[in-house]
């Protein structure tokens, strides 16, 4: 894996030792294509990581900061992004089946050609945020911001 030298080495060796690293500090890690299914990473910072086409089902990731992250191509399945900010995050092709966006920042976020069903999206803003040829059968849309 190729993560960037400003990464916190103890908080990533953290997440590879016992699975979890809350209010951790990898912002602009490359975690493309990695199996991270079932992660904490509540509060974590991965502005700018590259998760592309991991598997990260299950993945707890409330309150963090993901602005600017890829995801495109990735496996959400049931994913907990409460009151994270993914502000322009690119979630292209992805799997976000049963996920869970209730109070997430979406600002400008791209989420086109994404598998969104039964996806919550409870007071979340969705500002400038694209859904082309996206599936939302299912998705829970309610007090939008």
């Given amino acids: ?6 990464v916190d080495e103890d908080d990533f060796e953290q997440l590879q030792r016992v699975g979890h690293c809350v ?6 890690a490359d975690f493309s294509e990695f199996d991270l299914r079932g992660m904490d990473l509540r509060s974590a910072d991965l502005v700018g990581a590259d998760l592309s086409n991991a598997n990260l089902v299950g993945i707890d990731l409330r309150g963090a900061y993901l602005m ?10 049931s ?26 920042n ?20 969705l500002t400038g945020a694209t859904f082309k ?4 059968d299912g998705a ?3 007090k939008l911001i």
């Fill in 106 to 125: 979406l600002t400008k976020a791209e989420l086109n050609k994404s598998k969104l069903t039964e996806a919550h999206f409870y007071s979340a803003n």
């Fill in 68 to 77: 600017e992250a890829n995801l495109s191509g990735a496996d959400l399945t």
């Fill in 1 to 6: 894996m190729h993560i960037n030298p400003q």
């Fill in 79 to 104: 994913a907990d992004f409460f009151m994270a900010d993914l502000s322009g995050c690119k979630l292209n092709s992805a799997v976000l089946h049963d996920a869970d966006f209730s109070r997430a």
């Fill in 140 to 142: 829970y849309f309610f």
């Fill in 23 to 28: 209010q951790c500090d990898l912002s602009n």
């Fill in 133 to 136: 040829s996206s599936d939302l």
